[in-house]
């Protein structure tokens, strides 16, 4: 499964528990958010609802494993499908964790 980084919070995040960051965006409503549409999202930070109102179950973590959060923008999937530090490659993520940008 590939890791990404979340664009709105910076949490490390699995494409098989988000709905594949939720870059199927025409089947979600994004009126409470429309500047997410279109980003690579976390469970927290997916759509709530489907276009035709039904909930998505997004909007919480899934518990899967602990959020690691990283700084915003400075990682990306590599072609191992591993999260790797944008300028250096290195793929201990956990190394640039960070503490939670919304209790800071």
């Not at 191992?80 to 793929?91: M, P, S, V, Y």
């Amino acid at each position: 499964m590939s890791l990404f980084q979340c664009e709105v919070c910076g949490c490390c995040e699995n494409t098989a528990l988000s709905f594949q960051g939720c870059s199927f965006v025409e089947v979600y409503d994004w009126s409470y958010a429309p500047e997410r549409q279109g980003k690579r999202l976390c469970s927290v930070c997916g759509p709530l609802k489907y276009r035709d109102g039904t909930s998505t179950g997004l909007g919480q973590w899934h518990g899967e494993f602990r959020r690691v959060f990283l700084p915003l923008g400075m990682f990306v999937t590599n072609q191992r499908g591993n999260l790797a530090h944008k300028d250096t490659g290195d793929e201990n993520y956990r190394a640039y964790a960070i503490e939670d940008p919304s209790h800071g």
